[in-house]
């Protein structure tokens, strides 16, 4: 906009909204802002670099959230008149009844900025705070104007048609906009979800084909228990035949010494149960990743044609304040917080009054609870606010493994771990840290050699 068509657009501009009331402030992104007018319509006014663009707009505005201080001084606001400076494309919004003295648009190339000025020209607010020597639009300090200069004119400005550019290119030229950066933004943000269920769908993928060859260790361990000499100990390995394949095939069983042979036989079988049990989990989780994946392409194509901006900035609307921080508690003593995946809560005790505290202090009906079974250990509580049926896997295993490893259990051995929920266990009485489990499951954790 050259300084000719803006001094005509701000004339045109104070002819149609002197006197007007500001009833909304509409700013959905970063380079627009909206005045909703008591009339209905809307005054846009753009200051990308790229696109500077002002318009009076009949389309509804996407709300976005506009700061606090802008719905302080605008909403409500009175518009006394518009201007522009003499020889420079900029207009000057000037108010009342509100604190603020004008609103001060400068389409000004990579200058381009929106201002909120408050009395004796003291900016309050601005869109961009630039790293200029002389106008950098830092809040708080006096705004000055840029030197007066006269280009030539491009365009013959719209004398005699208000309408002509204001209702028009203008409005045009914002609405494009919008839809172009409402457009890019909502592609990013889908791409980042998608880049997210990419990164879980190869995780998944790494626990099937661990899954998998677990599943296949049901033969060997058949042919183990055929292979006789099942009270030996002692055997790093053995070579036995087995008769699942077709045709039958001799292979090498590793072993633990340290176990017999039917010890290690049942382990194997153990292995492949949670293999197949890790097989149909990962399955239903890749089909779930596979059908979220599949939407998002849909929504992709929706969105690169997408003529809405209410879809375009629906997000903008729900833009909440960071909450303040929290101060941070201290545990009670004896008491510790177990590390778990997924951003999950869970508390240990130390000894027997630490663990008589968690289970029936800190721990709430719908908590999940783990010990090591047959041995003196820690109760862990995982905390579970939303009221799951069942832990997610990952979880439930960092907790028992966490249990088992905090437990009487030697290194090597397989610990079976009691899972239950807060709401069944009882106290024994004159017994701190000892419990009745009402209702109970079992999960399996192999201990390392050496932990």
Not at 8 to 19: K, P, Q
Not at 119 to 138: D, H, K, M, N, P
Request: glycine residues 10%; proline residues 7%; positive net charge.
């Amino acid at each position: 906009m050259n300084p000719d068509l803006a001094e005509a657009v701000a004339r045109l501009l104070d002819e149609r909204l002197r006197g007007l009331r500001i009833q909304h402030v509409r700013r959905p992104d970063a380079w627009t802002l909206g005045l909703q007018l008591q009339d209905g319509a809307t005054l846009g006014l753009c200051w990308e670099p790229s696109r500077p663009a002002v318009g009076l707009c009949s389309w509804a505005w996407p709300k976005g959230t506009p700061p606090d201080v802008l719905k302080t001084h605008l909403a409500s606001a009175r518009i006394l008149g518009v201007t522009s400076l003499p020889g420079e494309s900029l207009l000057k919004v000037d108010l009342s009844g509100t604190g603020a003295a004008s609103l001060v648009w400068e389409p000004l190339g990579r200058s381009g900025n929106c201002l909120l000025l408050g009395e004796e020209r003291r900016i309050l607010w601005a869109a961009r705070v630039l790293g200029g020597e002389f106008r950098t639009g830092q809040p708080g300090s006096l705004w000055l104007p840029p030197p007066g200069r006269r280009e030539r004119a491009e365009e013959a400005p719209p004398v005699g048609d208000p309408g002509g550019y204001l209702k028009g290119r203008g409005p045009e030229e914002l609405r494009a906009g919008l839809l172009d950066r409402g457009r890019r933004a909502a592609l990013a943000a889908l791409f980042r979800r998608e880049k997210a269920l990419r990164r879980r769908r190869e995780a998944v993928l790494g626990d099937r084909n661990e899954g998998e060859a677990w599943a296949t260790l049901s033969g060997p361990a058949q042919a183990l228990l055929a292979s006789g000499g099942l009270n030996r100990r002692g055997e790093s390995s053995r070579r036995v035949t087995d008769y699942g394949c077709d045709p039958p095939q001799e292979v090498m069983v590793e072993m633990d010494p340290a176990r017999t042979v039917l010890e290690n036989a049942q382990l194997l079988f153990k292995r492949a149960q949670k293999g197949q049990a890790r097989l149909r989990e990962t399955g239903r989780i890749l089909e779930l990743v596979e059908d979220n994946l599949r939407a998002l392409s849909a929504e992709r194509t929706e969105l690169e044609r997408c003529e809405d901006l209410a879809r375009l900035f629906q997000g903008s609307e729900r833009v909440s304040p960071r909450p303040a921080p929290q101060r941070r508690r201290e545990l009670p003593p004896g008491v510790a917080a177990v590390p778990l995946p997924q951003e999950c809560t869970g508390y240990a005790g130390k000894n027997a009054q630490a663990n008589d505290h968690v289970s029936f202090r800190m721990g709430r009906g719908s908590d999940f609870w783990f010990h090591a079974e047959d041995y003196h250990g820690c109760h862990v509580v995982v905390k579970n606010p939303r009221r799951l049926e069942k832990l997610a896997h990952d979880v439930e295993q960092a907790a028992a493994r966490y249990a088992a490893e905090h437990s009487g259990a030697k290194p090597g051995s397989t610990v079976a771990v009691l899972v239950s929920q807060c709401k069944h266990l009882r106290r024994v009485p004159g017994s701190p840290g000892l419990v009745m489990v009402g209702s109970a499951r079992r999960v399996f954790v192999d201990l390392p050699w050496g932990g």
